[in-house]
């Protein structure tokens, strides 16, 4: 049978409940999801003028927020059946994938700046290990802050951070079935209660076998996770979480240009580059807890004190395509050798790296207060702050076991290696420490002066692999950031902001003659200027243009016996416009839209044939549309419909391969009603309805670069039930 058709026993009981158990819609059910109490906090991120965001500029509303700032809610998230940081990805055009694999761990890039997967990504406003497949069940929103962040972050990549905000306990019970064409079989349970006045507990489950488009790339996971709100006393509050997940899954190889110029033609997404019948897979355990601690000193003043633990542990298996040395056509050294062959060709590698462990400890403390000076009045945030990483990992394997090619209708079988991994050595210890200050200024009603800063202290030492000193890097560095708000009338704000930031130079790929070296940290710098509009609590518009820059990273063509050294040279400049709509247009139509228009390019880099283009993986235009509509003439009845576009991305450094530019198109129905007085919300989902191909990301890692074929058509299906 037809592997996209092929039904499973849920989706037979999924499609025989609805017309057993359908009842009229109540006359506000297009207004409910399964819990009214969920549907009042839904409502209040619609608010834009409630919605209170964190931001390198503190906690404020999203129009009092001298940044540019998104905020995807869980309404979101269920609609458009959002499981995967990709999938966050393609509702925002100013994100997009930076090597973002099936069936491992996924990163993006907002603004074309990678993220930090150590303290680019936040759970609670405090540092996450990115390294972890992060799970959506117990998220009310994701949050994603677009641009400089260092007075919340620290050292992090200029692009932004992705701020996960979990639930909070409230009297909730419901349980989500779910399916898709590949045979998913999906169960999540969430459960609220307050046992008293004071003490509430939230418990979400979710558990998973995934089907996947990419043959043997067929996965499973299990998540739980515990939230409690504890009302000390009428000024002091504590909230905890924990969350704790597993996952295996094979990791699908991405390709490779054939020759370092030419994109693959003819490819099949459903086969999995290098597969080796003996082939593990990747095994993710991650547990991340986080707790806050408030205390109303008075009616003025607040005390903050936050911790949080993450960690993941990684069996990295993979039978990795990569490169081309070993090939007929590339043993001469006439086609670079880390690029799949002209005649498509690769190379397979038997790559095993267990117990790979990234843990991230934070610690904050914070005091919060406002008071006046003569006519200004001031809000102050003053804190201290303490980052710890650890990354432990073992000897790994990575040896050659043949070669095959993408047009092979069945992948060669080779044994795998004899080798097995060594012992676990420390190969990173990170600390940063810091002292933060911001200040809000208000001039009357229709001025703010933010004003602040982070000073922070790095002190940062590598290992190699067998536990041996090879590298400590220590600095000390003040990032200011300030900004101007004008309140031009009471819906419209305009502000002008400027950041300085810092992040960690990159380590030089193998195949450079510096390899392994790690440059120096480097200094940005962000200037943006921005609207806002915020019609009460229906429609928020935004535009925003910016311009950051960075010296710029890559490797130099040269004279050396590697042909290439990695070195920091010129700088890197993004510059950018960016539009957002979001909101309700009408009592029935809801718009959550967004462009990006963005310039990233290299100056005085010194090698003449890179100089001025296109950054790789940096698409000068992308759009994203997404529409929910009530229909008038049924009852509980809505359809969706969404747009991704993306121009031409370009592959190489020098700007002469560039994936084709896409549009794709995806679609939706949802229909809620009663079953025995309970809220049942039915939801399908269509994405890439016309079944588009494309390349969603051609970007890189370790210095290498790959490309990724966007999912072919993909449906799904859930039943949400309040119990």
């Not at 694999?101 to 990678?114: E, W």
């Not at 670079?336 to 267990?354: Q, V």
């Amino acid at each position: 049978m037809n592997r996209c058709l092929r039904p499973t026993l849920l989706t037979v009981a999924l499609c025989a409940a609805l017309p057993l158990h359908a009842a009229d819609a109540p006359a506000d059910a297009a207004d409910r999801t399964p819990t009214e109490l969920a549907a009042v906090r839904v409502q209040a991120q619609q608010a834009a003028a409630a919605t209170a965001p964190s931001s390198s500029f503190g906690a404020g509303s999203w129009k009092d927020t001298p940044a540019s700032v998104n905020v995807l809610d869980r309404t979101v998230l269920d609609s458009r059946h959002v499981r995967t940081l990709s999938e966050i990805a393609a509702n925002d055009a100013s994100l997009g994938d930076s090597y973002a694999p099936v069936g491992y761990y996924q990163n993006i890039a907002i603004r074309g700046f990678a993220l930090d997967t150590a303290t680019g990504y936040r759970f609670n406003g405090l540092a996450t290990a990115g390294e972890q497949r992060i799970a959506l069940e117990n998220i009310q929103q994701v949050e994603i802050l677009k641009g400089e962040a260092g007075l919340a972050a620290g050292v992090m990549a200029p692009g932004g951070i992705i701020n996960y905000i979990s639930k909070r306990p409230a009297e909730v019970r419901t349980v989500t079935l779910g399916t898709d064409t590949e045979g998913t079989r999906y169960t999540a349970v969430d459960v609220g209660h307050w046992l008293s006045p004071r003490f509430g507990v939230r418990l979400n489950a979710a558990w998973e076998d995934s089907g996947s488009y990419i043959d043997h790339a067929d996965g499973r996971r299990n998540f739980y996770s515990v939230a409690a709100d504890w009302l000390i006393s009428d000024r002091s509050k504590l909230e905890v979480d924990a969350n704790y997940q597993t996952s295996a899954q094979r990791s699908a190889s991405g390709y490779q240009l054939l020759g370092a110029t030419a994109l693959p033609r003819g490819v099949d997404r459903a086969k999995m580059l290098g597969y080796q019948a003996w082939q593990q897979p990747v095994g993710i355990a991650s547990t991340n807890l986080t707790a806050l601690h408030t205390y109303d000193i008075n009616a003025r003043w607040q005390s903050r004190l936050s911790a949080s633990h993450s960690r993941s542990v990684i069996d990295d298996n993979v039978a990795f395509a990569y490169g081309c040395y070993y090939a007929e056509q590339c043993a001469d050294g006439s086609v670079p050798g880390n690029y799949f062959a002209p005649n498509g060709d690769y190379d397979i590698y038997d790559y095993r790296s267990p117990d790979d462990t990234r843990v991230n400890q934070e610690l904050r403390a914070e005091l919060r207060g406002r008071f006046d000076t003569g006519r200004v009045s001031h809000e102050l945030s003053i804190g201290a702050d303490t980052f710890r990483r650890t990354v432990d990992k073992r000897q790994n394997v990575n040896e050659y076991m043949g070669t095959a090619n993408i047009g092979d209708a069945r992948v060669p079988q080779y044994a795998p290696s004899p080798l097995m991994p060594g012992a676990s050595a420390r190969r990173l210890y990170s600390k940063q420490d810091a002292l933060f200050a911001l200040d809000r200024m208000r001039f009357g009603d229709d001025w703010q002066w933010l004003v602040g800063g982070r000073m922070v202290k790095l002190d940062e030492r590598a290992y190699d692999k067998r536990g041996t000193p090879e590298r400590h890097s220590t600095l000390s560095r003040f990032l200011p950031q300030t900004a101007v708000i004008w309140n031009a009338t009471d819906q419209v704000n305009a502000y002008v902001s400027y950041v300085r930031g810092i992040s960690l130079g990159q380590e030089a790929p193998f195949w450079t003659s510096n390899e392994s070296t790690f440059l120096p940290p480097l200094l940005s710098r962000q200037l943006e200027v921005g609207v806002k509009y915020a019609s009460t609590d229906t429609l928020t518009l935004g535009a925003a243009l910016f311009r950051t820059s960075q010296p710029f990273q890559y490797a130099m063509p040269d004279d050396s016996d590697a042909g290439f050294t990695f070195v920091q040279r010129g700088q890197q400049t993004h510059t950018g416009v960016e539009l957002t709509a979001n909101g309700r247009l009408t009592e029935r139509l809801q718009l959550n839209a967004s462009a990006s228009v963005l310039q990233a390019r290299a100056r005085d880099a010194g090698t003449p044939a890179y100089e001025g283009r296109q950054l790789v993986n940096v698409p000068k235009t992308r759009a994203s549309v997404h529409v929910d509509y009530q229909l008038p003439f049924a009852a509980g009845l809505g359809v969706t419909g969404g747009w991704r576009y993306a121009s031409a991305n370009v592959a190489t450094v020098d700007g002469s391969v560039r994936a084709p530019r896409y549009s794709v198109f995806d679609a939706g129905l949802r229909y809620q009603h009663a079953l025995r007085d309970r809220p049942v919300t039915w939801r399908l989902s269509v994405d890439n309805v016309f079944d588009k191909f494309y390349w969603r990301d051609t970007g890189s890692s370790a210095g290498d670069y790959y490309l990724f074929a966007g999912a072919p058509r993909q449906a799904r299906l859930s039943v949400t039930i309040a119990l």
